[in-house]
Nanobody
């Protein structure tokens, strides 16, 4: 079993910042990919960024240098620093983990990010 717990969401004004965290627990293999997705009301879930256990990083085009993903492998935690937030960034942000030899994709329950004045 794998458990993912996100934290760090909240309400911020336009231009504000947040740092999201996702802590993993359970049967975690050393080779894995952890990432962040988001889903706005009425929209499909979309990739924000992911990072492999060896540090390879991929960002969605809309990130445009505003968000930074990082991870602490010793703590089994992935972070997402959100800067220059805009109202269109309002969504539920989900953490995802996938790993070699595990056929399942694992998701957290999400953390709400609301950008509003």
């Amino acid at each position: 079993q794998v458990q993912l717990v996100e934290s760090g969401g909240g309400l911020v004004p336009p231009g504000g910042s947040l740092r999201l965290s996702c802590a993993a627990a359970g049967r975690i293999f050393s080779t894995n990919t952890m990432g962040w997705y988001r889903q706005a009301p009425g929209s499909q879930r979309e990739l924000v960024a992911f990072q492999t256990s060896d540090g390879t990083t991929t960002y969605a085009d809309f990130v445009k240098g505003r968000f930074t993903i990082s991870r602490d492998n010793a703590k089994l935690t992935v972070y997402l620093q959100l800067n220059s937030l805009q109202p269109e960034d309002t969504a539920v942000y989900y953490c995802k983990l996938s790993q070699v030899s595990d056929p399942d994709e694992h998701w957290g329950r999400g953390t709400q990010v609301t950008v509003s004045s």
